[in-house]
Every structure is written in structure tokens, then in C-alpha cells.
């Protein structure tokens, strides 16, 4: 997908303001600056198109169960209208964007999350989108790249959501068991049931410099510990000085570094299960 094609299939603004120094940006300027303020250098949190847009190769990308949506299972007040509005502020039908797609040539399954939905929230379809991929991926022999922003398991489903934690698990396991890649990125913020999950079960754990990961908030582990949490805890830097967290990358080094891996494991063409 190219540049132009993502804009005019995303709706995109024509600019955006960096909510860090305020400067107002080009949008197609910092889509070829990989959403990185050229002013100061904050990070933007991006959406899941743009996160294909900025790793795969162009025209490679072929989504799959976009047509799954997202029900009232319980009955929840006002979630029926929360999700139409998810829809029109993310231009998405649900939370992640699933597919396979090449990238620098190496078939992959891919998918990427979306805070623009409900705050990349994890509810049965989300779940089942990314169970489906896996699936996918193990019965035609290809690793997984995933994209994590998540603020945990939907509540408006219930204990339905908190399933999901199982279930993508399960997957996550048998793509394993057949001797599968498994490669995430951790991008802010990506916090709850999604990193109880499926986030933190990657072969490799690639986050983003400064990516807020965690489970609870901190002000709730403080209050439930009585103690003061070290400084820049639950950042990416932490993580990684205290083996959560593989390797930090630059945005702008990243397709560069995920099709090394993909590469270095022997994926420069797909693989056939026996």
C-alpha cells in the first residue's frame, strides 16, 4: 500500500499537531517521517493502517475477516453507540487489522492494533480476529509479526473479553509447538489483559523507545503495595533492563530490523509444515 493509497483509503487530516511541543505538521510529512514529530522528536501513536503502511512492502497486503464486528453479548449500557462511535473516529470496523503481507520479501502474517478504537481495547472479536491468524499462520507455515496498543480486555463484554486471554494464548501456543516465528512489537501503550496475553508471549520482544508496559497502572500498584515504584517504571527501558523486553528500536529501523530476524530464522521464503 503506498503512500497515496493509504491517505485516500484512511481519510486522513491534511495535518496533525505534536501534543508534545505543539508544532503542526504535514500529515503525508510525517507519514514519510514514520510519525515522529520533526520538531522535537515524540513519538505519535499511529493506527493499525499506518503501522502496515510503514512495514510491509508496497502492495503486499492482504487483509483478512475485516467483515467480523463487534455485538452487544451482555447487554452492556451504551456500548452499542460506544462502538459506532469507535468506528467513525478509527475509520475501522473493530480494534486490530489482520492479514499477511511480505516484509523486505519474507511472507508474514501480520497484525496491528488500533488505538483509535476504543483505546485498542480487547473484546471477542479482537480475540478472535487474532486467534484466526495465528491459525492461518501455522497451518501455512509462516511466523507472526504483531503490533500491540492495547488498554487490556474490554469491560463493556465482561468475562467474554477476559476469555480471550485463553484463547489467544491457545494459538499462540500451537504456531509455537510447530516451530513458528513469533515476533512483537510493544507500542504505547499496551497495558491489561493484552499484555497478560498474547503481547508478552513473543519468540522475540521488540518495544518502541519509551512505550508505556504494564498490567495495572502504577497508581494502583502503589496503592495495593504501599511502596513507591522506581522511576520510569513500566517504560520499554525498564522493561528491558529487567528482562521483559529483547530489544528497543527506533521506529525508523524497524522494518529494517524485524526483516532480519524474519531472515536470520529462515524465513526468506515460506516454509512448508511436514
Do not use: W
Not at 493509497?5 to 505543539?22: Q, R, V
Not at 459506532?84 to 501480520?110: D, H, Q
Not at 493484552?194 to 495495572?216: C, Q, Y
Request: aromatic share 8%; with cysteine; net charge positive.
Amino acid at each position: 500500500m503506498g503512500i497515496f493509497d493509504f491517505l485516500k483509503k484512511s481519510n486522513a487530516p491534511a495535518s496533525k499537531t505534536c501534543k508534545t511541543c505543539g508544532t503542526e505538521t504535514d500529515y503525508a510529512r510525517l507519514i514519510n517521517n514514520y510519525m515522529i514529530c520533526p520538531q522535537c522528536g515524540k513519538y505519535m501513536r499511529m493506527g493499525a493502517y499506518e503501522r502496515i503502511n510503514m512495514m510491509v512492502d508496497e502492495g503486499s497486503f492482504n487483509e483478512i475477516d475485516r467483515s467480523l464486528k463487534s455485538v452487544d453479548p451482555i447487554g452492556f449500557p451504551g456500548y452499542s453507540e460506544k462502538i459506532e462511535n469507535a468506528k467513525r473516529a478509527s475509520g475501522l470496523p473493530e480494534g486490530v487489522v489482520c492479514g499477511t503481507a511480505k516484509i523486505s520479501g519474507c511472507k508474514t502474517a501480520v497484525f496491528a492494533m488500533d488505538s483509535h478504537f476504543m483505546m485498542g481495547s480487547m473484546g471477542s472479536v479482537v480475540g478472535e480476529k487474532i486467534t484466526r491468524l495465528f491459525e492461518k499462520a501455522t497451518k501455512d507455515g509462516l511466523p507472526v509479526v504483531g503490533f500491540t496498543t492495547s488498554g487490556g480486555a474490554r469491560m463493556q463484554e465482561g468475562i467474554i473479553s477476559l476469555m480471550q486471554m485463553a484463547k489467544t494464548s491457545g494459538a499462540v501456543k500451537r504456531h509455537s509447538d510447530a516451530g513458528l516465528l513469533y515476533i512483537t512489537v510493544l507500542t504505547d501503550p499496551t497495558t491489561g489483559g493484552v499484555t497478560a496475553s498474547f503481547a508478552m508471549l513473543g519468540d522475540i520482544i521488540i518495544a518502541e523507545p519509551k512505550a508505556l508496559i504494564g498490567f495495572a497502572g502504577a497508581r494502583v500498584i502503589e496503592q495495593t503495595t504501599g511502596q513507591k515504584l522506581p522511576e520510569g517504571f513500566q517504560r520499554a527501558e525498564f522493561l528491558m533492563e529487567h528482562g521483559f523486553v529483547d530489544i528497543i528500536e527506533d521506529r525508523r529501523r524497524l522494518k529494517y530490523t524485524v526483516a532480519n530476524l524474519l531472515k536470520l530464522h529462515g524465513y526468506s521464503s515460506v516454509r512448508k509444515l511436514r
